[in-house]
């Protein structure tokens, strides 16, 4: 399916974003793992998590839908082998985060996906787990098909490489059934989902900043206990309504209810910094995170350079940066971000394509990019390959709307695994998308 968007008027009203997908993939697997019957409400039911909801059914979860985004879960205290592969289709989180829970229970399970998932990185995940006494065997260069054989595992003292909330988490999981104390350090500090939802299932971690970098730590033999989750919306969507809002002129929108954890809003903090008019109100609690709504409206924005160390807290945020920076006056360098080339696709360079295509002017760099705009509309008209990945297909469609022409995008489809009706949504604040 292809999409358009077109210039249009500016953006109003209120709405609330999707759910967060990483809390409702933690909030499905955590109760499978519980003893007992948990309930997950706002859970965001695209394709990446019903993915995930599907693998816990396998592993012997009993799920029911209850009402529209609502799920009660019935755990065993423990996950117990499938009869067939289970097949993650592109939840790059699910299938990451199922590692780490299979390897702490004396099981075998082979993990795979589509195309796009069977292409990303999974030695990363893996050798931490193999350290642990995971035994696996999966595709060449670490690439699904993966099996694993899990149980007997030993607690593990594991500093992260890379920044990654997907290792940190499925060393955590694992750890829950390892004998002794698992330690993680973060020399950057990464989401914090796992930790706190761990916390909510009743689980004992203890954490603290260290020389070394932030120290994560969690005792093998806990039992999780049943739970309730209410998933608050995602700032990683609602990025895509507020940086429309922030190019098209006269626009003013407000988002409820969005996820506020300060190791997910850098974006915001980057967004403030080019000078956009962002404020938050009704800010509160609600299940272990803070959520409130976000008040948006058109701003000339500056190029910035980016600070390297802020992007853990934004690194989906990147392609939708890039479209914000191809409106603003002067350079915006986003460097650091490496991680981008490993997504659901070779993100980097995707828009960096995408964007010349469109008239902007784009440095491609190993580790980033840099975007060089004079504030005016960059001229679009361009038909853009995303390769099937959502968030660079949406981020296209978001420069459509303030650019001088339409922009289109070759596959809209796989928007579906984050921002289910996307173009609908948009559509009712006023854009032009079909």
């Known amino acids: 399916m292809q999409l358009e968007a077109r210039p ?29 019957v948990s309930q997950a409400d706002q859970i965001l039911e695209g394709a990446d998590v019903l993915a995930t909801a599907a693998a816990v059914r396998a592993l012997g979860a009993d799920l029911d839908r209850t009402g529209e985004d609502c799920w009660r879960i019935r755990g065993r205290g423990r996950l117990a082998a499938p009869r067939d592969d289970i097949d993650c289709g592109n939840a790059g989180t699910g299938v990451r985060l199922l590692m780490g829970a299979i390897a702490g229970y004396p099981i075998r399970a082979t993990l795979t996906g589509d195309a796009s998932l069977r292409r990303r990185p999974m030695r990363r995940v893996l050798d931490p787990l193999m350290q642990m006494g995971v035994r696996a065997v999966c595709a060449d260069g670490g690439r699904l098909p993966a099996t694993l054989d899990g149980g007997g595992l030993s607690a593990i003292a594991y500093t992260l490489p890379v920044a990654s909330a997907q290792v ?22 990464t989401r914090d989902h796992t930790e706190r939802m761990l916390q909510g299932f009743g689980a004992r971690l203890e ?33 895509f309504p507020i940086v429309a809002a922030l190019i098209t002129p006269g626009s003013h929108i407000r988002l409820t209810g969005v996820l506020l954890n300060p190791l997910r809003t850098g974006l915001f903090e980057t967004l403030r910094d080019m000078g956009a008019d962002l404020r938050i109100e009704n800010e509160r609690a609600e299940t272990g995170e803070t959520i409130g709504d976000v008040i948006v409206s058109h701003s000339p924005l500056r190029g910035v350079v980016v600070p390297p160390e802020r992007a853990p807290s ?73 390769t099937g990945d959502h968030r660079i297909a949406m981020a296209h469609l978001v420069l459509g709307l303030a650019a001088r022409a339409p922009v289109k995008v070759d596959e809209a489809d796989m928007i579906d695994t984050s921002f289910p009706a996307f173009a609908a949504f948009m559509r009712r604040l006023g854009a032009d998308i079909s």
Not at 14 to 36: C, E, T, Y
Not at 221 to 226: A, M
């Open 207 to 239: 954490g603290g900043e260290t020389p070394a970098g932030w120290r994560i730590a969690i005792a093998g033999g806990q039992r999780l206990s049943p739970a309730h989750i209410r998933a608050p919306a995602d700032p990683s969507s609602a990025a």
């Open 168 to 189: 940190k988490s499925a060393i955590l999981l694992a750890g829950l059934n390892a004998e002794g104390l698992t330690e993680i350090i973060e020399p950057e500090r």
């Open 314 to 386: 934004m690194i989906d945020e990147y392609p939708i940066l890039a479209v914000a920076a191809a409106f603003a006056s002067g350079e915006t360098i986003m460097r650091g971000v490496g991680e981008m080339r490993v997504k659901e696709s070779d993100r980097i360079a995707l828009m960096t394509q995408g964007l010349r295509a469109c008239g902007v002017a784009v440095e491609e760099e190993a580790d980033g990019f840099i975007v060089t705009a004079d504030g005016t509309p960059p001229p679009g008209g361009a038909r853009v390959a995303t």
């Open 8 to 36: 249009a008027g500016p953006l109003t009203g209120v709405a609330r974003p999707p759910s967060d997908k990483s809390i409702s993939h933690r909030a499905l697997l955590l109760a499978a793992m519980a003893d007992g």
